[in-house]
């Protein structure tokens, strides 16, 4: 679990700058950046199905009765699992339903499910946008939530992830 998250981490943070700064590429080099960023968010997908698998097979400790901070943590991990799922997915059928297949870090051609749709492309693209602020919120009370365990209760909650 920690290898994951930390490997989710990393390409989060990579991705999301990289996804917001697209716009200001140049035009002859922005179709390749693209495909990184699709083909690392197409990864990401992948990884937090097996996270989700892991956490089904493994789940964590339910918080202690009249612990707020437990219930809270919860309910942002749960709800940056979701939207961590969400992202990628609303990305893809984004740029797929705009006419541009997944050819996965330009070598594996993946299947789309909608084709070239542009009727509905604005709607994935609306929304891939929302989960993106949305995973910025939640990572931020994310690490919030570690100063908070580090600072002010000083327990172990931190070194258990490191």
Partial sequence: MRVLHWLIAALV????????????????VKLDFYLLHESFGFLVLWLMLIRVGARLYA?????RAGDWTGVLARSVHFLLYVMLIIMPISGFL???????????????????PIGKSPDIAPYFSALHVIAAWLILLLVCLHILGALFHHIIRKDDTIQRIL
């Fill in 13 to 28: 943070l990579a991705i999301w700058p990289l996804g917001m700064l697209l716009k200001y590429f140049r035009e002859d």
């Fill in 59 to 63: 789940p964590s400790h339910p918080p």
């Fill in 94 to 112: 984004a740029t797929n339903a705009h006419g541009f297949p997944l050819r996965w870090f330009a070598v594996v051609p993946v299947w789309s």
